[in-house]
């Protein structure tokens, strides 16, 4: 619900996988083109992305542990009933954004610029005949952005490894078939003219290789069209997320016959353009992600920092929404408080003064302070706010550590606000 | 003329609450609600309560409760969470006016005579009751520990409950650590009552409660 550097507000609305994809198709048996010099290719005689492996996972315990880990609250396409409406992320947003919701007037026309962004996330709809269950199983784990036009990201959750394991064979059950052989091959050059020419830039990005350039796309509904381009991933991913050329390729022709709930729009291109275009995709060679930046917490300002200002700017623009007082939000403190999301009860109140000076509690069950230092002097809120930042700023999933990072889902919270937090507990947490 | 500075009052307290801003539920999580001109809610009353209590207005806090929940002194704490944000603020402002707040103060009928020790000792319950609803929340201990501290046969439970608290940097009430340094200071640990004052100031609007008696 707020502004940030990259993105601007986020909620709690998350984005398990992702929906669009596009093409893919054969595995490079050898060292692709450049990706500024890509001429015609041998790649494409294989049938599969990626090679599937075989992964132990119980599909009956994954189906359970998606109704545990609540991703009903988000996406659609679970298997399960979506979540009531009061607790349903997406839908609720866009109830807001629709004039569905009862609230008086001033506050939905306050809340709509914010949850705008957030009314949207990917359904799982079909994940199963396109998606390669290992990297479901390892995204489970170490989410990470995939989507750099969605605002909200897939959210860290407590998953054990058996449980990515059981939860990626249930929505991806056979990963064991490749299909038949795709002899076609592909024209590197010609692939990447086609995303250059057809519309993709609109919507896709492709990191580590030239920007595609945005060329017009078919003509679409403008509602739809923003669904689509926030959805879209980045096409750098597709080579490891997917899995059948054929369902790629079908999905290509028509998206809609795929996946019925797919933005995507229907472009037209022959075989020979969709072969081009997914090998380019699934072959080209990608430049390496950059390091990751670090981030460094700023000095804590002389100035005096009241809790009223912090309040304002932090905790109650953010950390609120998931860690408010049961008795004020008909019983449910947010994931972050009563529980959810997979998460156990934490007891932690970010909704006022005393109920921030309570803490959390810890694995024991024992109330643990947010201010207490660790042992290189930070406060562990502050720890906890820095640990996004690093979350984010890793490529990959790589930048998970012991402190899960807040807000969960969300962009990072400004340097400026964390050292507003920081200089606010040094003063002895004033009122 | 009594009943028309009550006409007035009851108005201008009205018209207060007409416009505050409250708290609410959407998307499964908390929102702040934008103010509507319309009859306060008791929501609204116990927020205005609450605001009331913060501010140091006891007497103003029991009337905000009583005007929703007159019978409150009977409510079962954690049946209702309204009703138990509603006891808390009561009992509360029992507390702080050492028990000089009562229903006839506040203007509501009442066959009741409230002396000051048996109020405070009622307060003390309704805290221990909301505080066996509410296990293991240091927001509530500290509330306890704060209407313990008021009665000369709790005062050593309230110290170790306070102390335990303070130890662990979990308490944020001001009141909760005035009550603290009162206790210690009274005990003969100045250095305790002291560090204790500082933490209330620094965490009070109003720092005078830190080394002042109480008020309605």
């Keep these: 619900m707020r502004s940030t550097h990259k993105r601007g507000p986020i909620l709690p609305g998350f984005a398990l996988f992702l929906f669009v994809i596009l093409f893919s198709l054969g595995c490079p048996p050898k060292p692709s083109p450049a990706k500024d010099d890509a001429g015609p290719s041998a790649v494409g005689d294989a049938a599969v992305v990626n090679t599937p492996v075989a992964t132990a996972g119980d599909a009956a315990r994954g189906k359970e542990l998606v109704a545990t880990f609540q991703c009903n609250r988000c996406h659609d396409g679970t298997g399960h009933e979506a979540a009531p409406q009061n607790k349903h992320c997406v839908h609720c947003h866009k109830d807001i954004m629709e004039d569905r919701f009862k609230a008086p007037a001033a506050s939905i026309t306050r809340w709509k610029p914010r949850v705008k962004e957030y009314a949207d996330a990917p359904s799982l709809e079909a994940m199963k005949m396109r998606f390669n269950r290992t990297w479901v199983e390892a995204y489970l784990q170490k989410p990470f952005d995939v989507r750099p036009n969605l605002h909200q990201y897939m959210p860290s959750l407590p998953i054990e490894p058996q449980q990515a394991k059981d939860i990626a064979a249930y929505l991806v059950p056979d990963d064991h078939g490749s299909g038949a052989p795709d002899l076609a091959k592909p024209d590197l050059g010609k692939g990447r003219q086609v995303l250059e020419t057809k519309g993709c830039g609109a919507c896709h990005s492709m990191t580590g290789v030239a920007a595609i350039p945005a060329s017009n796309p078919p003509s679409m509904d403008p509602r739809e069209f923003d669904r689509a381009h926030k959805l879209a991933p980045d096409l750098r991913y597709t080579r490891d997320r997917l899995r059948y050329v054929q369902t790629v390729k079908a999905f290509l022709r028509d998206p809609k016959a795929v996946k019925p709930d797919s933005p995507m729009p229907k472009i037209a291109l022959t075989d020979e353009e969709i072969t081009n275009v997914v090998g380019y995709i699934v072959s080209v060679e990608l430049s390496d992600l950059p390091p990751p930046k670090k981030a460094e917490r700023l000095p804590v300002l002389e100035r005096k920092v009241t809790f009223k200002e912090v309040d304002e700017k932090v905790f109650h623009r953010t950390c609120w929404h998931c860690h408010s007082e049961p008795d004020y939000a008909i019983g449910d403190g947010g994931p972050g408080n009563s529980g959810g999301l997979g998460f156990k009860p934490r007891g932690l109140n970010l909704s006022d003064y005393n109920g921030i000076a309570a803490g959390y509690l810890d694995d024991k069950g024992e109330r643990a302070g947010v201010f207490a230092k660790d042992k290189d002097g930070t406060p562990r809120l502050v720890r906890a706010m820095m640990a996004r930042h690093e979350e984010v700023n890793a490529p990959n999933g790589n930048g998970y550590g012991e402190v899960r990072g807040m807000p969960l889902g969300y962009d990072p919270l400004p340097l400026e606000e964390i050292q507003l937090v920081e200089t606010w507990i040094a003063q002895g947490r004033p009122r | ?216």
């Excluded at chain 2, 934008?34 to 029991?62: F, R, Y």
């Excluded at chain 2, 049946?79 to 808390?88: H, K, Q």
């Excluded at chain 2, 066959?111 to 309704?126: G, I, K, S």
């Excluded at chain 2, 979990?170 to 009552?193: N, Q, R, V």
């Design chain 2, 1 to 216: 003329m009594k009943i028309l500075k009550v006409a007035v009052l009851a108005l201008a307290a009205f018209s207060a609450v007409a416009v505050s801003a409250n708290d609410a539920n959407a998307c499964g999580m908390s929102v702040r609600l934008d103010p509507t001109p319309q009859k306060p809610t008791p929501v609204q009353e116990i927020a205005k309560a609450e605001k009331s209590l913060e501010n140091g207005n006891n007497l103003a806090a029991a009337q905000a409760v009583l005007s929703s929940f007159p019978r409150i002194r009977n409510a079962q704490a954690g049946a209702n969470p309204l009703e138990t944000r509603a006891l808390r603020v009561f009992a509360l402002a029992v507390v702080r006016s050492d028990g000089q707040v009562n229903e006839k103060k506040a203007g509501v009928f009442s066959n009741a005579e409230w002396t000051t020790n048996a109020n405070l000792e009622w307060a003390a319950q309704a805290m221990r009751e909301i505080d066996a609803k509410r296990p293991n929340d240091p927001t509530v201990q500290a509330d306890l520990g704060e209407a313990l501290s008021k009665l000369p046969a709790n005062k050593a439970e309230a110290m170790t409950l306070l102390s335990k608290l303070a130890e662990k940097d979990l308490m944020g009430s001001p009141h909760a650590y005035a009550a603290l340094a009162k206790m210690k200071g009274e005990k003969g640990d100045t250095a305790g009552a002291l560090a204790a004052i500082k933490k209330c100031e620094e965490m009070s609007k109003n720092s005078t409660i830190c080394r002042t008696p109480a008020k309605a």
